[in-house]
């Protein structure tokens, strides 16, 4: 190794990098939501980085490709930018837990972004149309993916270990595709939210596969496609591995263990031939596309780059190019298909694993297809359904079901079954209990009366599947039917608990607890419904069959959010009032959001006001939902995400979590947090008593306190915030009728008294004067 250079890049935690396709520049994210740009070259490293400042939560992966940059983050959006300008291009997807790590399908026309997340479904988009796909089968979300060079193949390797591959030639639209082979426990496991991921990688001729072993040390390769043992490396590491990055000639493999150890591996023979340890966790790895040059991110934040790590005598300079698949097949064609993966068992002095004539043009091969360049297109996808405070937890091992006033319910994924606790609030009236299922639940709800758990269909993995009713239903067919459970409070009646499972081919969207009994919708556009004993009731077509976000209810009422449309910019949404009793829709009209915003909490407030929060932290109200022409939603708060995810609210303040307390995931606290109306910089005002005073004029055009005891409270509360706003217009004598409005606000004759002394000492006798006639005037 000629040289290691070492930049500052983010502050701690995990970081990761990516090399532009022309190696001149390499782009950085971590902790700190930042996105920056460090040149490659040995002078430029030193300059001052670009950057980019987008995101509200940490930066997890980046990933940059062509003339487009791509980054995933902790605040669940995957967004566009251009490489080179480093400007917005396009929010290309959302999803509804942190992203994790990114990936570009290659050698297609329409280019598909690969997108791991904390779900158990890993999300294809396609880049230039916003179309999605869903690759479904894990039961523990996935830690990485990788494409196969010829983009028809993709493998995953979960959180639990297991090693999974889709074929993409036929993928359906909308729809969730299983897996075509799976290997329980072939990798590790490891936790993502907590930056124990483990990368795995395509060779670039699609030859093999490379991941972490289980074995502490020790890296597995596995044949492709059919993904069988090859041969495992061993003795470079003593600790865990956790990333695998081959070179872009595929002829040195890299990998960096959880002790900070680094190893090169050579693909010829399989030797070692270059070894470092670091001195921080590495946390990701990128090989140059153009130079001998390696870089690492660790958690400290920095970027090391690692100059000439690999020997000059183990390869030729010409042979650094890129291998592409296309090209790698003309070679079969010309000499013959290999069958070992290693070229040669007995190299000769100076053999390379591929002999590459550095004067063939690779892209003038005939056989390879057509270059497309990514149309820079805004995309906004349809929302995905989700459940109201089901996903507030990062990470896959422990997470919140459901939260609201009653209480909260919890999984908790183990080595065996998953462990579900339900817990109240109100000790004294409920009991708290935990109970285990091999099933996989998704879904819940609480509600005073009993707890409802549903459970995805899933799909067959290899054999056949018999159901209890001794169905034998075919492998990859619908292997497990999506399943309803419910289970009533109290000791009494546990007995009394039911489940029900939707017909072949149906699968959950929502589902909400009542206190008439579970209602659920599907994606066939049902909108089901059961009594508290398990009786189908009634059925209805939802109001937007393949585009339901969201259900919730308060006493009788219930609350559907739905899509009307997608534009380029901005999601349409609706929402609709529907009386469980009558079986009817009261009220109905939209639901704006700000652009690239998306829905992230609906429910009803203490009073039976519909109310939802985005992606931004803007909560809002809905005034007067029965009267259409008066009803108008406002907004009432702009929340901190990272301090507090909005469960609930009522008159002049939210219900949220404290996610900024550390035990917070294992012992939620619940705090009132104050409206607060997002208000302007004016040079008469300040903003924050301008959005508290606004706030309590949109409580009493909500007419939610309409006791005299209320209204005489909330007058106070205006008027002492009046009072402030006059003080400071006097302090800064610039407007004395502003001044003269803000007294003539003021709801009671003592505050307007108050506002006289304020006049009087604040020496604006004219002013003084005006305030005088104005308590002939009652008010």
Known sequence: ????????????????????????????????????????????????????????????????????????????????????????????????????????????????????????????????????????????????????????????LSCHGTLASWDLSSLEEGSYNSHKTSLDRVGPSSRPELNEGCIIA??????????????????????????????????????????????????????????????????????????????ATITWLDWSPTTNLLTLADENGSVTFLDAIVLKNSFRASDWARVTYSFAHKLDEMFGEQDELAVSDSPSQGATPMEIDSDVDI????????????????????????????????????????????GYITVFLTQSDPIYSVTFHNKEQLKDYSFSDARLFTIASLDPLGAMFAMHALAADTDDYADDDDFVIPAGAKAQPAVLFYRPHGSWDINNSWEAKLPKGEDFQTAVTTSHGPIITTTLGFVRFFSCTGIQTYMCMAPS????????????????????????????????????????TIASGPLTLAPEATLEW???????????????????????????ERALWHPVASLDLAKHAPYGLAAGYLYCIDTSAPSWITSPRAEQVPWKVPAMETSQGEAEVEGQLMAQWVMRDLSLNTSV???????????????????????????????????????????????????????????????????????
């Open 602 to 628: 609906v429910g009803f407030s203490d009073e039976g006001l519909p109310a939802c929060s985005d992606s931004n932290g803007l909560v809002q109200v809905l005034a007067h939902p029965h009267q259409p």
């Open 545 to 584: 069959p393949t585009m339901l976000s969201i259900a919730t209810d308060y006493k009788e009422l219930v609350l559907h959010v739905y899509h009307t449309s997608a534009e380029r910019s901005q999601l349409r949404l609706a929402y609709s009032l529907y009386s469980v009793s009558a079986h009817q």
């Open 202 to 279: 395509y060779h670039p001729l699609g030859k093999m596969v490379a991941l972490p072993a289980i074995a502490a040390g020790e890296i597995q390769l596995l044949r492709s496609p059919e993904l069988t043992p090859y041969k495992t490396l061993s003795g470079g590491h003593s600790a865990p591995v956790k990333i695998c990055r081959w070179t872009p000639n595929g002829q040195f493999l890299a990998t960096a263990a959880s002790d900070a150890s680094l190893v090169v591996w050579r693909a010829e023979d399989w030797t070692i031939c270059a070894a470092l340890k670091h001195t």
């Open 363 to 406: 892209m003038s091969d005939p056989a390879a297809p057509a270059y497309k360049p990514m149309a820079a297109v805004a995309v906004v996808e349809v929302q995905p359904s989700f459940q109201p405070c089901a996903t507030l937890v990062e990470g896959s091992a422990h997470q919140f079901l459901a939260f609201n006033n009653i």
């Open 1 to 156: 190794m000629e040289e290691k250079q070492t930049v500052y890049a983010h502050t701690e935690g995990h970081t990761a990098i990516s090399f532009s396709e022309d190696g001149r520049n390499v782009f950085t994210c971590g902790r700190d939501s930042l996105v920056r740009c460090f040149g490659a070259n040995v002078d430029a490293r030193a300059e001052e980085a670009r950057t980019i400042e987008h995101h509200s939560e940490p930066v997890t992966t980046i990933l940059a490709t062509g003339s487009s940059l791509f980054t995933g983050s902790e605040d669940r959006s995957v967004v566009m930018f251009r490489s080179d300008s480093m400007l917005f291009q396009a929010t290309v997807t959302r999803c509804t837990l942190p992203i994790r790590q990114l990936a570009l399908q290659p050698m297609a026309e329409d280019q598909m972004l690969g997108v791991v997340s904390d779900e158990l479904t890993i999300k294809l988009v396609s880049v230039a149309t916003g179309k999605c796909h869903y690759l479904s089968g894990l039961k523990y979300p996935p830690a990485s993916i990788s494409f196969h060079p010829n983009g028809q193949m993709l493998v995953a």
């Open 709 to 779: 005891s209320a209204k005489s409270s909330q007058a106070l509360v205006e008027d002492r915030l009046l009072l402030q706003l006059f003080k400071k217009a006097c302090q800064d004598g610039t407007s004395l009728r502003y001044s003269l409005e803000l007294a003539a606000l003021l709801n009671r004759p003592s505050s307007l008294q108050s506002a006289i002394k304020i006049a009087n000492s604040l020496n604006h006798p004219t002013l003084s004067e005006r305030l005088e006639r104005l308590i002939q005037t009652p008010l």
